[in-house]
């Protein structure tokens, strides 16, 4: 009856420690990078209108590849961002660090590859080559329900957390 007890407390402790050290990841992230809590109110460059990003944008793009890491992590927030596209739907917070990814790199990072290796069955039928990046980002993540959208960021998430994206020299850019 002992060793039983003594596994259960090795697996509450294992399991206490993983969830521990998670949360220390996300607060080292948000102490490290406060930036990254306006990451709402970002705007990006627009060569069409002559802007070159606001202090948001200007401010994640200083910290360079050090911030890739909680970009990351920052995948997973489903708040509402100001960033409205197309006027039909807002990016959400996680989006928007999705999309500070290739910015932030001194390498090129293959989003629209990682997206079409990750959801192979879901994106059967569209042209790898010649659909746009966000058409498909939109088609994974805004156009099914709820659940489904949700699952399909935390895949993204995982894929991302999981494709070397953390070693800098590895990729070539095709968004």
């Known amino acids: 009856m002992s060793k039983i007890k003594i596994l259960i407390y090795?697996?509450?402790l294992a399991t206490f420690s993983c969830n521990t050290s998670k949360n220390i990841k996300h607060v080292d992230c948000q102490?490290?990078?406060k930036i990254l809590d306006s990451i709402?109110?970002?705007s990006f460059p627009d060569d069409n209108w002559g802007t070159t990003g606001n202090?948001?944008?200007?401010?994640?793009?200083?910290?360079g590849e050090s911030i890739k890491p909680c970009l990351i992590e920052k995948i997973l927030d489903t708040t509402k961002s100001n960033l409205r596209i197309a006027d039909s739907y807002n990016y959400k917070n996680g989006d928007i660090a999705v999309l500070m990814l290739p910015y932030v790199?001194?390498?090129?990072?293959p989003l629209r590859n990682l997206l079409f290796e990750e959801f192979e069955n879901e994106?059967?039928?569209k042209n790898r080559d010649n659909d746009f990046f966000s058409s498909i980002y939109y088609f994974l993540l805004f156009s099914?329900?709820?659940q489904t959208n949700y699952n399909n960021r935390l895949r993204l998430y995982k894929k991302l957390n999981s494709s070397n994206l953390r070693k800098p020299?590895?990729?070539?850019?095709s968004p």
Do not use: A, D, Q, R
């Open 10 to 12: 090795f697996f509450f």
């Open 123 to 125: 994106l059967k039928g």
């Open 105 to 109: 790199s001194k390498t090129k990072i």
């Open 31 to 33: 102490k490290k990078f």
């Open 144 to 146: 099914n329900n709820e």
């Open 40 to 42: 709402s109110y970002i």
């Open 169 to 173: 020299t590895l990729f070539t850019f």
């Open 55 to 63: 202090s948001v944008f200007k401010k994640i793009l200083e910290k």
